[in-house]
């Protein structure tokens, strides 16, 4: 029984992670579109009302996948689950190509790159090309066909960013990590989000940059850059948006991490304005594309200030000659020391 029950979660979990990449695919095609507007049209009917239905699809998808996995990590045996990890862990952590500018690159990492690239080109290729066939000139902008192309561009490299901060956080869980199920351990994982968040920062500074530049020659930047609109994008969110997002950035560089690590560390803590800002420039339609990967983070976050509540007794501190702290700590009725 336990052993079905168990083969039920992972076909389920491999299901639900499969369809949720499906769907990123398939989000920007036409076809996609038209049935997405009659289902909003029929949610709107029932309980989930307005957005309901981005929710549905695209939010609760990747929380049920994370909890099923915290459920199967801990209901699983011991040692059927560290054997099991183990043997995962090593056939998709065998070095396949070695000499990149990232480092080495295992099987699993290839492929996930590939993927994740894969969907930019595709998602970029998609929306560009349908913008190109509706392009008319834009009287209120006083823009050229040029500009006007020159603009989409900036403005699907938003998006480009957009699906990189809705993968960003996944690689920094810990109790609620997907990763976990594959055998990646957090320590291997963390170089993900740094892929991630530089992938998300470049495409952000294409999105405002372009953006801001097609505004200066149309000699409109004056009038949108400081207002906060009350309809449509907030743009004076979104430039806190990215300069916020900037700033982290830098802030994590080896140079300032290694040298200054208390910036770094609280700067990055800069994330929750960098998410609120996200969401008044973004709105609610895609904040709901990137709250699977905050809510979870935060949950997680959640969960490991609580795990660390209890004070750990310490029975002694000695500094040794060679500036060495020693440090006297019980566990499990014996003592222990560790040095630092």
């Not at 994740?116 to 066939?133: A, P």
């Given at each position: 029984?336990?052993?079905?029950?168990?083969?039920?979660l992972?076909?389920?979990m491999?299901i639900?992670?499969?369809?949720?990449?499906?769907l990123?695919?398939l989000k920007?095609?036409?076809?996609w579109?038209?049935?997405?507007?009659?289902?909003e049209?029929?949610m709107?009917?029932i309980?989930?009302?307005y957005?309901g239905?981005d929710f549905?699809?695209f939010?609760?998808?990747i929380i049920?996948?994370?909890?099923?996995?915290?459920?199967?990590t801990?209901?699983?045996?011991?040692?059927?689950?560290?054997?099991?990890?183990?043997?995962?862990?090593?056939?998709?952590?065998?070095?396949?190509?070695?000499?990149?500018?990232?480092?080495?690159?295992?099987?699993i990492?290839?492929?996930?790159m590939?993927l994740?690239?894969?969907?930019?080109?595709?998602?970029f290729?998609?929306?560009?090309?349908?913008?190109?066939?509706?392009?008319?000139?834009a009287k209120?902008?006083?823009?050229t066909?040029?500009?006007?192309k020159f603009l989409?561009i900036?403005?699907?490299?938003?998006l480009?960013?957009?699906?990189?901060?809705?993968l960003?956080?996944?690689?920094?869980?810990?109790?609620l990590s997907?990763?976990?199920?594959l055998?990646?351990?957090?320590?291997a994982?963390?170089?993900?989000?740094?892929?991630?968040?530089?992938?998300?920062?470049?495409?952000?500074?294409?999105?405002?940059?372009?953006?801001?530049?097609?505004?200066g020659?149309?000699?409109?930047?004056?009038n949108?850059?400081?207002?906060?609109q009350?309809?449509?994008r907030i743009?004076?969110a979104?430039?806190?948006?990215?300069i916020?997002g900037l700033?982290?950035?830098?802030?994590s560089?080896?140079?300032?991490?290694?040298k200054?690590?208390?910036v770094?560390?609280?700067?990055?803590?800069?994330y929750?304005?960098?998410?609120?800002?996200?969401?008044?420039?973004?709105g609610?339609?895609h904040?709901?594309?990137?709250?699977?990967?905050?809510?979870?983070f935060?949950?997680?976050?959640?969960?490991?200030?609580?795990?660390?509540r209890?004070?750990?007794?310490?029975?002694s501190?000695?500094?040794?000659p060679?500036?060495?702290?020693e440090?006297?700590?019980?566990?499990?009725?014996?003592?222990?020391?560790?040095?630092?």
């Amino acid at each position: 029984m336990g052993k079905t029950m168990f083969l039920l979660l992972r076909i389920l979990m491999i299901i639900t992670f499969s369809a949720w990449i499906v769907l990123w695919f398939l989000k920007p095609t036409n076809g996609w579109t038209r049935k997405w507007k009659e289902f909003e049209d029929n949610m709107q009917r029932i309980i989930f009302k307005y957005n309901g239905a981005d929710f549905l699809v695209f939010t609760f998808p990747i929380i049920g996948l994370a909890m099923l996995g915290l459920v199967y990590t801990n209901l699983q045996p011991k040692r059927a689950s560290r054997s099991r990890v183990r043997r995962y862990a090593a056939a998709l952590s065998n070095p396949l190509i070695i000499r990149t500018p990232l480092g080495i690159l295992s099987g699993i990492e290839a492929l996930a790159m590939c993927l994740l690239l894969t969907l930019l080109g595709w998602t970029f290729y998609c929306r560009i090309s349908n913008d190109y066939k509706k392009l008319i000139p834009a009287k209120p902008l006083k823009l050229t066909i040029w500009q006007l192309k020159f603009l989409k561009i900036a403005t699907r490299c938003g998006l480009l960013a957009e699906i990189c901060l809705a993968l960003l956080l996944f690689p920094i869980l810990r109790g609620l990590s997907i990763l976990r199920l594959l055998g990646i351990q957090f320590e291997a994982s963390v170089r993900y989000h740094i892929w991630l968040g530089t992938s998300m920062v470049f495409f952000a500074t294409l999105h405002g940059a372009g953006t801001l530049f097609v505004w200066g020659i149309s000699h409109y930047i004056q009038n949108e850059m400081r207002m906060w609109q009350k309809q449509g994008r907030i743009y004076l969110a979104g430039e806190i948006t990215l300069i916020t997002g900037l700033i982290i950035w830098m802030s994590s560089l080896p140079v300032v991490r290694r040298k200054r690590f208390y910036v770094f560390y609280y700067m990055h803590h800069l994330y929750i304005v960098f998410l609120v800002f996200f969401l008044f420039h973004a709105g609610d339609r895609h904040f709901y594309m990137v709250f699977p990967g905050a809510f979870l983070f935060g949950l997680d976050k959640l969960f490991r200030i609580i795990q660390s509540r209890p004070l750990t007794q310490i029975l002694s501190v000695r500094i040794l000659p060679s500036k060495v702290i020693e440090l006297d700590l019980p566990k499990d009725s014996s003592k222990r020391k560790l040095e630092n």
